[in-house]
Every structure is written in C-alpha cells, then in structure tokens.
C-alpha cells in the first residue's frame, strides 16, 4: 500500500502537470498489437538460458552474462568464455551476476560468485580480482552484484557485502552504506553517481566522500534496478512484498515527486527506458511489462502467446539500431524490434474452444452490422463475438435443414440489398440474420432456379445490380435480383467471343462498370452490349501480354488501376486503354509468383498474399519489401481470405489463422549494420584466435599458407541471417563479389604481393554500409623469388651479358612475368568458381554429396578434439514416387527445390550443414548438438513441411526423418553416425512415415 505521504506526493504531480514520457511518438506499440518476441536459447548455441546481464560494445557485438559463462553474440554465432580450473587467466566463474563495459578503455567488467573480472577487448585472458579477508584492500565480498564508474573516473563495485571504490592503483577502499546489499550502481548524465540498496535509494557526494540517502517517499526500501529517462528523471525497479509496495517508481529527485506504476507483479528485478518513450519493466515472476508514451500498458507474461519464455525477467538493454533484449531466468533472451509485430490477430488453439477454429481461411469478411466473419476450409462458417471475445461456428448439421450444406467455405459476399451470400463446396446460401439460420437457393431463395456449378468460387454484382455466380468448372451465371432468372455463360472452344474457362475464380466490377472475371485460362471481360467477353490470354512472344492464363485474384486500387494476379506469372498492371499488361514477378523481388489475395494499404502500397509470405509494393517508387516470420509473421503461406477492415488495417487469412497488418507503420529497417572481421584462418586456423576484429589489421603470411578464409559478419540483430554480404580482394580481383547471406570468403594459392579485402553488409531490408570494413594481406614469397634473390640474379646476368643486350633480356623477361602473373591470377579464379560448382547440388543449391563426405570428416575430428556432441539427421520425403507419377517430374523437381529452400530457412546456424544426399533424400550436420537439441530440430523440420503447401494445387508434402547423436572418440568412425541415422530413417518411414525417429549409436 502507499503511505500517507506517497498519496500526497502522487497528487501533487497529478495537478502540476508531471509529464510521463517524452513528446516523441512510441514505436514498439501500435493499437492492441504487441510486438514480436523473438527468442535466442541453447538451441540456437546460447551458452546457458539465464541471461543476467547484456552489453553491447562499440564494434557492435553484444555481449551476455549467463549462468554458464560469458558469451559473445554476433547475431550468427556465439564465443563463450568459462571457467577454466587452474588457469588463472580464465573467467572466475560460471555464474556472472552483472556486467559493466568501459567504451574509453575498450573493456568489459563481469561481476560474477567469484569476484570481479577484466577483460580488455582484442587481449588474452582476464584478470581477476577477489576477496580477501585478511587485506581490507581488496573486494568486501566476491559475490559482485554491480559495477559503474563514478564521476571521478574510478571504478564502483557493489557486492552483497558492501560497496567499494577502485583505487588507480588497482587496490579497492570500502565505502559504508547503510544496507550492505548493493543492489544497482548508475552514473547519470549529470555525473551523479545513484546507489540502490536494500536501505532504499542513495547518491554519492564527492565533497563529503560520503554516500547519501535520498528519502522521495517512496514505500519500498529494496531498489534493485535504476536508469535514467530521456528528459533526466530517474527510472527506479523496487521490490514489493506483503509490506512494501514496490513496483516501477519515475523520480524526480529535485523536486521530491514521483509517478508510481504498478503491474500485476511488483517485484521489479529490472528496468529500461527506451529511447522511443517505453517504459520497460522486469519482475521476478509475472514476466515483462511496457508503458507507453501514451501511458498504454501491455504485459507479456509466460502464459500469453507474446509472452516471455520464463516468468522471471533478469535483464533488460537496447541495442544501438533500437532492438530492447529481455535476458530471463531459464527462458533464453529475447529481442523486440519496433519493427517486427506480432502480426497475429486469431488462431486457431486446440486447448481453447473459444479460438479461431482449424483450416485454411478462404474468406474473410465484416458484414454493415459489424460482425467479422470468416470462411475455412473444412472448418465451416465462423463469427467473432467481440463483447465475449470468442468465435461461433456455423457447421453442418444432417438433422437441420437450415444449416450450413457443407463445412468447405469459399465466399462471402454481401450485396446491396444487404443480403450475405455464403458460397459453398455444396453451393451457395444467404445467411437469414433475424433467426440465425441459412437459406438454400433454389429452395428458400429463388425457388426452382438453378446456377451452373455446384461449387461456388465466387459471387459479386454488377454495375446494373446483377448478381453473378462463379463456379468451380460450371463457368459463370448471371441472376436478376428480382425474379432470381438466370442466364449461363460457358466456354465454347468455337467462339472466341464466349467465357475463356468454365474455372471461375474471381469477379470484379471496376469503377468504369466493367464486370472482370479471371479463370483457369485467361482473363475476360464481359460487354453486356454483346453479352460476349474479351479475352486477354499469354503470349510467350509478347511481353505486353498477360504473364500466366491462370488467374487467381483481381484487384481495383484507389487510383483505379487494376491488378491482376495470377499462378505462377506473378502480378500484372492492365492499361485498359490500350489492353497491355506490365509485370511484377520473383525477379523483381516478389516473394513468390503465384498470387492468392491482394489488398490496398493505408498509403498506396499493394499488400500483396502468396505461399511464400506478404509483400508490400509501392508502385510509384517500386519499392519491395517482403514479410515474412522474422518479420513477425507466425506463417508465410497464405489462401485466398483477405478483407480490408473498417479501421483501415488489413486482414490475411492462412492455415495458421488471421494475419492484422497496419499499413501506415514503417516497417522498413534503416539501419546500416557494422561490419566487422572477425577472423582469419590458414588452413582452417585462426591466425589470431583472442582477436575480437580484424579490421585495419595486416596479416602477412606465406605464399606456402595455400588456403586462407576470412569471415565476416554485419552487426544488425533485426534478421541477421537475412543480412547480406559483398567483398572483394582488392589487388586479385577486378570485382566485387556478391556473397549473398555468405559470410565468408576463401581463397587458394595466392600469388605473392600485397591486398585489401574489403567487405560491405547489408540488413534485412536491404540497406548496406557506406564504407567498407578493410584488411591489408601481405603474401611473401619463396626465397629465391624475393627481391634480394632477384638483385643476385641481375647481377650475375650482368657478368654474363653485356650493353644493349642485357637491357633486352631484361625487358622480355619482365614483360613476360607480368603475363605470368596475370594468367596465375586469373587460372586462380577460375579453379575458385570450379571449386565453388563442384560442391554444390544443381536443383536446390545444397551442397552435394561429394562435398558432404569431406565435410563430415573435418566436423567429426573437430567434435573428437573438443569432445562436443555431433547430430545427424537422415530426411526422406515420402511417397516422393508417386507425388513424382502424379504431377510430373518437373513438379517434382520444384518440390525437391522447395525443400531445399524449407531446410536452409529452418536449419539456420552457422555450424550446421545441410546437403543432398540423393534423389529425395537430404542429410544435414549439427555441431555441438546433443540428442535432445537434435530431436527438437527435426521436429521442427518435420513441421515445417506438414505445414506448408510447397507447390500450388498439389498434395501437401511429409517428410520422415532419423536422428543420430554421438560425443565421438578416439575410436569411433564417421560411417558409423551416418548408418545409425539411416537405420532410423528406415525405422520411421516403417512405422507410419511423416515421423521422427532416432538411432542407436554403437562402435
């Protein structure tokens, strides 16, 4: 509860105006929209999922303090520091409590259950300082809690025994305060150094060399965390138990005010004032909590789908490109970007009758008495009950006549006379809202009038209020919405002035009353004049022609353009006036060629749905920007259900629920990333393995060292394996090289001379660094090639030949090692492009089998030396034969192209290894990752197939797959691994397939 005091204070801020946040506008929020969680853990190489402390340096790694040590994250790998017993140089503990970094000397301070360390960045080792109960000079207790510098530039170490000042010297003094736990040290921008304690809150007085309590009225005596907001106040975390309120508290120390915030869990472990305005808060057991600068509040507590991992929030940090890291307790650590959102607005939860029922969506719509409707595929007819917050499912019923025909939904239109029409695979129905119930056409609606086609595909009306039905095969029925007369309109192979396809799979009326209908085989366009149709068909000679005669989805934007999108052809722009068509496809950044729903955003982009995620298009700019999961899509295929809502946001159906999209929030990451070095290695050696970056570094090496690599990374956290890279060594080549997501470079037998490498990186979204990172390499060369070599070689030329002669010889002799060096030069990228060819698999772009073999070798002695687990997993796609009679071989092929595409995307880190094994058969390799990892990944693999149509109108694709993991030995072999995996994989292919199963490992 709050004191007396604390009332007063509270309404004393209320009444003069205290500001809670800065005027700059919040980023991570938007409406009820949560952003998106993502989650780094063991799995991933994390090296223990109690994340304690986060830093970020100013190369641009982030470091972590974990419970197993301190790591290194440079968005695609981590370095993990530990204890290393009887080695003084090491890390004094697993267990690190807080970490500290000093930008002005370039070093990171860990307080850990052993003391305090110092590693300087880019130097070996770390020095420890302890406790010492017999040296008052030394730490008052080794279990280091807090570090800061003061405002004279000494170090501050709280501990929970006492507080303690680093002399220049390297000495610490003991500094009295009134609790002995020293909970949180902060030096703010006034140069004022806070002190959290569980005595309450204090500051330093450099005049009195005395620590101060400072009273602001506040109940709770625990002050765990303090930051600082953007306009100088300070941002405290305070415990709250049966008698101490606790919670969030912003102070103004000044004037003796402060605005509380309490959450559902007031144990406030940490705190975070984000540059955008959020308030974060972290607990010891309800999750995390924003306030907005709005004052809007969001919890992300374990048992909410946007939750955090563990309900015990640690730790709490923003990056430099704005991303807030949530270190937790048993959970991993998360990051938030302001531009990932949880785009999920209903799904489907087996565990919650009340979610969004099971299927694929194939209609979405909000009819004018609000309600949301929603149309599945063997899901029925759903609506959303806003009050209750719980959807209701309209299904067939036998015993009803008035109920729905068929539980496959595949329309929903509502026409003028507000009549909701419900289109069917058992045909088409009105919805009768005053009794709740559906009526049947040509029984209760237009009694004894038939359309053409029993599958309805869509319905709509044209500018004369017609209405008109389109089928699946039975082609397109026109109906007087007064007498319910019909007139059908089918494809006549003879009269190319009749219907192109009976496949009808939209209509539009435009905005000049044009009534469009695209289909199977063309798009067509109705002259009621005639009562015959215009086709626009594809011409493969004529590419103002329309890219694909399958067409999916017709759309008429706020400028009255209409789009046209179609299977396999990507999206088209018809000019009416001229009847020519121009094209939007993979080539142009699209994120897949076959269309599935369209819609206009709140400033002119196209949201465009496919099997491969959401793509943005500006057509004034051509701007193109995909959507996908690691843009905070929970799925990346979506149907045909797609419905601007009357709030303007956008609604995308798929199999795995409702996608809501705000269109007026940027979503474009800016962010340039850093580009760092971060290792050389010869003959797969680090050159230097304690150096944190190469960058401006000049290595020399021999011209025997044959092979050296260089890696690099871009330090953008937002999609990092989406990042991508171009180098180029200037000096050898004349071009940059295009690397793709790549993250390194290889080079063999380099001829003697001097180089720069200069890389570039790129984020997500495609924006890259002005300037490169740069390394200088010197090769040297043999003896008798060096220059003193060469002057001993003139000189005994000079005995021999005399005048013009020897001023001759020396010229052709020059001239032709300069043609030498360049055909070195240029056999030398030939046999690199070669290498790179021989070890790649043609249909998918894995790497082959033949480059696999070679590779498990190396893995396999490197997990022999570290003594580090070593997975395999064995993955096969089912009746890939019969899939292959069926469809074709070239449908087959684009299946095994899909999958190759599906196992990078899930199998994504560095240290794996995925390959074609053969046919429909992929192998793929995990470093240092035990059964328990591999399992989970396999099952994710396996999901990830089941869940996901890999190629339009088709079967859906299972695969089945055998895991196999060792700690290999001395005398183990590699064969052995591989056959175990296989054993497996014929074990779950017997019992059922579309299954994981793993092996025995034995010598």
Partial sequence: MYTRQAYVVAI?????????????????????????????????????????????????????????GLTRYDGRSFRTYKNRPFDTTSLPHDLVQTTYYSEADDTLWVGTYSGLARLTLGEPGFTTYQSDTNDWQTLSDNVVIAISHGPEGNLWVGTQNGLNRMTAEGDFERITTESEVVRALYLDSNNT???????????????T???????????????????????????????????????????????????????????????????????????????????????????????????????????????????????????????????????????????????????????????????????????????????????????????????????????????????????????????????????????????????????????????????WIGSYRGGLTRVEPETGETRVFKANPDDPASLSNNLVY??????????????????????????????????????????????????????????????????????????????????????????LSILEGAMGQLWIGTQQGITSYDSDSGAVDILDEQDGLFGSAFHSGAFQD????????????????????????????????????????????????????????????????????????????????????????????????????????????????????ANNDGVWTGEPATLKLNVTGPWYAQWWAYGLYAAAVGVLIVGGIRWRTARVLAGKNRDLEYANRQLATANLELERLSVRDALTGLFNRRYFDSRLQEEWFRARRSKRPVSLLMIDVDYFKHFNDKYGHIVGDNVLSAAGEILQETISRKTDFVARYGGEEFIALL?????????????????????????????????????????????????TLVASADTALYTAKHNGKNRVERGSYSN
Avoid: C
């Fill in 12 to 68: 004393a801020i209320a009444l003069g105006g205290f500001l809670l946040a800065p005027a700059s506008g919040q980023e991570f929020f938007t409406g009820d929209q949560y952003p998106r969680l993502n989650l780094l853990d063991r799995t991933d190489g994390l090296p223990h999922n109690s994340v304690s402390s986060i830093q970020q340096d100013r190369r641009g790694f982030l470091w972590f303090g974990t419970q197993g």
């Fill in 193 to 207: 150094l806070w002190i959290g304690t569980y005595a309450g809150l204090a500051r330093w007085n450099p005049q």
């Fill in 209 to 467: 060399e005395q620590v101060e309590p400072v009273d602001f009225g506040w109940s709770s005596p625990y002050v765990m965390a303090i930051r600082e907001t953007s306009d100088g106040e300070l941002l405290l975390g305070t415990w709250g138990d049966e008698s101490d309120t606790g919670g969030m508290v912003r102070v103004d120390v000044e004037n003796r005010s402060f605005e509380p915030y309490f959450f559902a869990d007031n144990r406030i472990y940490t705190v975070l004032a984000g540059s955008d305005g959020t308030l974060w808060a972290g607990s010891w057991g309800g999750g995390l909590f924003a306030v907005t600068s709005e004052g809007q509040r969001f919890t992300f507590s374990e048992d909410r789908d946007e939750g955090v991992a563990s309900p015990v929030v640690y730790s709490l940090f923003e990056d430099a490109a704005g991303l807030v890291w949530i270190g937790t307790n048993g959970g991993g650590v998360h990051y938030v970007s302001p531009r990932q959102r949880n785009f999920r607005a209903y799904h489907h939860d087996p565990d919650d009758p009340a979610s969004l029922p099971a299927g694929k969506i194939n209609a979405i719509y909000r009819d004018r008495t609000g309600r949301l409707w929603v149309g599945l595929y063997s899901g029925g007819l759903a609506w959303y009950d806003e009050e209750a917050e719980r959807w209701h499912v309209h299904d067939v019923d036998a015993d009803d006549p008035y109920a729905l025909v068929n539980d496959i939904v595949t329309v929903l239109y509502e026409d003028r006379r507000g009549r909701l029409w419900v289109g069917t695979n058992g045909g088409l129905q009105q919805y009768d809202r005053e009794n709740d119930r559906f009526l049947t056409w040509g029984r209760d609606v237009y009694p004894d009038v038939e359309y053409s086609g029993e599958i309805v595909y869509q319905v709509a009306e044209d500018s004369e209020g017609y209405l």
């Fill in 506 to 595: 939209d209509l539009l009326t435009d905005s000049r009353g044009d009534l469009w209908i695209a289909t199977n085989d063309g798009l067509n366009r109705y002259d009621p004049q005639r009562e015959a149709f215009t086709v626009y068909r594809h011409d493969a000679d004529d590419r103002s022609t329309i890219s694909s005669n399958t067409v999916r989805v017709l759309y008429e934007d706020s400028r009255d353009q209409l789009w046209v999108g179609t299977v396999s052809g990507g999206l088209n722009l018809l000019d009416r006036d001229t009847g020519r068509f121009t094209h939007l496809t993979q080539d142009d950044g699209l994120s897949d060629n076959s269309i």
């Fill in 646 to 761: 009357t709030d303007g946001t956008l609604l995308f159906g798929g199999g795995h629920g409702i996608t809501r999209i705000d269109s007026s929030l940027a979503l474009q990451n800016t962010h340039p990333p850093e580009v760092q070095i971060v290792d050389v290695q010869v003959f797969q050696e680090s050159v230097d393995p304690d150096r944190v970056s190469f960058n401006d570094a000049e290595i020399t090496i021999d011209s025997s060292d044959s092979f050296i690599s260089f890696e690099f990374v871009g330090l953008d956290y937002e999609s990092p394996q989406s990042n991508r890279y171009r180098y180029q060594l200037d000096g050898f080549e004349r071009d940059q090289v295009i690397a793709g997501t790549r993250n390194f470079a290889t080079y063999t037998n380099l001829p003697a001379g001097s180089y720069e490498l200069q890389v570039w990186a």
């Fill in 927 to 975: 470093y240092d990752t035990p059964a328990e990892g591999a399992l989970r990944i396999a099952e994710r693999v396996r999901a990830s197939f089941s869940e996901r149509e890999l190629v339009p109108d088709t079967d859906n694709v299972t695969v089945s797959i055998g895991v196999s993991s060792v700690v290999p030995g001395t005398e183990d072999e590699a064969s």
